[in-house]
């Protein structure tokens, strides 16, 4: 079984959706500011794992990703197939010409190889790895603030008292309408 970044990465957001929902949906650019990881990439990783029915999104303000089964029901193993396009029930490592050569090379070494991977993969629960996270000082953050489109300088804007509203034409069409001040 062949464990990619791809792989790693959505193990990683995983743990870390798991660690920081709060009865309510995690944005990605939160976990992306978090995790160090593009966000169009966590995009790309979450819908696949929206497909294969981990996680559940909400859109709109205040929107994001939760979990979709709690955390000690998911494995590990899904996560990984799930992003790596493969199906736990369809995972076939090898095709059966090549199981047989590589019986006849190296015995049993790799396909047992491959098979006990996945087989641990999938007892390693999101809430295994959620525990290891907290045990080694992993702090659960509360979600920062969205940033504001203006930037505050901490100074309060002074009011300005309203200025008395001239008689200055605004197009030629009302240059003959307005009464003109005598020249002095």
Not at 10 to 29: E, F, G, I, N, Y
Not at 77 to 101: K, S
């Amino acid at each position: 079984m062949r464990i990619t970044t791809r792989g790693k990465v959505a193990v990683s957001a995983m743990t870390d959706l798991a660690l920081h929902q709060r009865m309510k949906p995690v944005s990605l650019t939160t976990i992306s500011q978090r995790q160090g990881t593009s966000l169009s990439y966590l995009e790309q990783l979450f819908s696949a794992l929206r497909r294969a029915g981990l996680v559940e999104s909400t859109r709109g303000p205040g929107g994001g990703y939760a979990l979709a089964r709690r955390a000690e029901q998911i494995a590990v193993a899904e996560i990984i197939l799930a992003v790596e396009n493969m199906d736990v029930d369809d995972y076939q490592p090898l095709t059966a010409p090549q199981v047989a050569q590589l019986k006849a090379m190296t015995g049993e070494l790799w396909v047992s190889f491959n098979a006990r991977v996945l087989e641990y993969l999938q007892s390693v629960s999101l809430k295994d790895l959620m525990e290891q996270a907290q045990a080694q000082g992993v702090v659960t953050a509360p979600e920062p603030e969205a940033k504001t489109l203006r930037k505050t300088s901490g100074i309060a804007p002074v009011a300005r008292p309203l200025m008395a509203r001239l008689q200055i034409p605004n197009s030629v069409f009302a240059l003959g309408s307005l009464p003109l001040a005598p020249r002095r």
